[in-house]
């Protein structure tokens, strides 16, 4: 069998969370606009739950999601923090956005069902496969509550699906994966960073009160050990990212648009996969992907077998599966 490497960006979850920017499509909101309402609807569980804080924390933070909204991105806006010093707004940007997707995961319980079929669908006797792999530009975990429906029912105690390797966040699966199934290429909401551990489960849902004295396991793609301290994370993501794009035979995008900010990321994954890679899925409504030529290096028989998939109902299975 193949090897198989699924490369998803928002779009994998668009069915349960907001797109980075305004859809006009289907008339949903941007991820700013979704954060300014969170912080408007949340503000009197906002004081409740962190001790000490009063209007003006709030005020903050709505301030903070009101200029993500003029930026048109709260990674636009991210980037310019960082690049003007102004390190706290930066880290409460971060921590806004954990505690958005905590929330609508947990809370909201919002969840693509797209990723439950695809788990049901390539899981062979009990046990995802090992030749499928899953590099994740997404902070939400749609994935793992994927992995949690889909585990059978059995004393174990175990609560994922057998095979099921998740990092960073391993505390959400096997520990100690140098060969993750799933990997999510900037961190993951919901987690602190653990310079032991690598991940710290955050229990609180509104949980701001750690701001200036921990870190959050969520990262933007130019972030490195200079700018935030979460060194083993940087340490080790591009080495196992490469390691998988590496044994990649066939690509499959799906709800991925190779953003700036990613692409030098972007570029050392398609590096490592060009001496193998033979075949390249990209599934969008819209996008054909012949846009990856222009981008990145790819050897000839790449090039010339780049799949359209327009469908978005599922994701893609290709059929050499």
Same mark, same amino acid.
């Given at each position: 069998m193949p090897n198989i490497t699924?490369? $998803?960006? &928002?779009?994998?979850? &668009?069915?349960? @969370?907001?797109?980075? %920017?305004?859809? +006009?499509?289907?008339?949903?909101?941007g991820l700013a606009k979704e954060l300014m309402s969170f912080v408007r609807n949340n503000t009197s569980t906002l004081l409740q739950y962190n001790e000490g804080w009063d209007s003006s924390a709030i005020k903050k933070l709505t301030e903070i999601a009101d200029t993500c909204l003029e930026f048109?991105? *709260?990674?636009?806006?991210? %980037?310019?923090?960082?690049?003007?010093?102004?390190? @706290?707004?930066?880290? /409460?940007?971060?921590?806004?956005?954990?505690?958005?997707?905590?929330?609508? !995961?947990?809370? +909201? #319980?919002?969840?693509?069902?797209?990723?439950?079929?695809?788990?049901?669908?390539?899981?062979?006797? !009990?046990?995802?496969?090992?030749? $499928? %792999?899953? /590099?994740?530009?997404?902070? =939400?975990? !749609?994935?793992?509550? &994927?992995?949690?429906? /889909?585990? *059978?029912?059995? *004393?174990?105690g175990y609560p994922f699906v057998q095979g099921f390797k998740c990092w960073p966040n391993l505390e959400d699966g096997e520990q100690n994966s140098n060969n993750p199934f799933l990997l999510h @290429?900037?961190?993951?909401?919901?987690?602190?960073?653990?310079? +032991?551990?690598?991940s710290q489960k955050i229990d609180n849902h509104f949980h701001f009160k750690s701001v200036l004295d921990k870190e959050i396991l969520?990262?933007?793609?130019?972030? =490195?050990?200079?700018?935030?301290?979460?060194?083993?994370?940087?340490?080790? +993501?591009?080495?196992?990212?490469?390691?998988?794009a590496s044994q990649t035979e066939i690509l499959v995008v799906i709800g991925y648009s190779f953003p700036f900010f990613n692409r030098k990321i972007d570029k050392e994954i398609f590096e490592s996969m060009n001496p193998s890679i033979r075949k390249?899925?990209? #599934? =969008? *409504?819209?996008?054909?992907?012949?846009r990856i030529k222009e981008l990145f290096d790819l050897n000839e028989v790449a090039r010339n077998n780049i799949i359209h998939v327009a469908q978005t109902e599922n994701y893609h299975i290709p059929f050499e599966l």
């Open positions: 699924y490369l $998803i960006g &928002a779009g994998a979850s &668009a069915n349960a @969370l907001p797109l980075i %920017k305004e859809n +006009r499509e289907t008339n949903k909101n048109g991105t *709260p990674d636009l806006y991210a %980037k310019f923090l960082m690049e003007t010093g102004d390190y @706290l707004n930066y880290k /409460l940007l971060k921590n806004l956005l954990s505690v958005y997707f905590k929330f609508e !995961q947990e809370i +909201r #319980q919002s969840f693509d069902y797209r990723a439950l079929t695809f788990l049901t669908t390539i899981t062979q006797s !009990q046990k995802i496969p090992e030749n $499928i %792999k899953i /590099l994740s530009w997404n902070y =939400d975990v !749609q994935i793992e509550l &994927a992995a949690k429906k /889909l585990k *059978p029912i059995s *004393p174990s @290429l900037n961190g993951v909401a919901g987690f602190f960073y653990s310079e +032991r551990s690598l969520l990262s933007f793609a130019w972030e =490195d050990e200079n700018i935030v301290k979460n060194n083993t994370f940087f340490e080790n +993501r591009l080495k196992i990212t490469k390691n998988i390249i899925y990209f #599934q =969008d *409504p819209f996008n054909n992907g012949e």
